[in-house]
């Protein structure tokens, strides 16, 4: 992978991060919040995880594709 490809799967982790960040945290309505069920309450939070899920995954892709070109330099 070429390392612009790297920095985007970083960036767009760090995006994906901050966006889950803002859907974990949002909270319905007062009158909604009312409600006994969390799942109520915080309705975005499954799709937080989603995002969190899939930022991960490309700031794995991205380290494991720089440790192993800056292997092939040294070695």
Known sequence: MKFKAEVTLLIFAIVLFAV?????????????????????????????????????????TASISYSKKTKELIA
């Not at 960040?21 to 007062?30: I, Q, V």
């Not at 909604?32 to 915080?42: E, P």
């Open 20 to 60: 889950a960040t803002f859907f974990f945290s949002y909270r319905a309505s007062s009158e909604t919040s009312l409600a006994l069920s969390q799942g109520i309450a915080y309705p975005y939070r499954s799709i937080a995880l989603a995002f969190v899920g899939v930022g991960s995954v490309s700031m794995v």
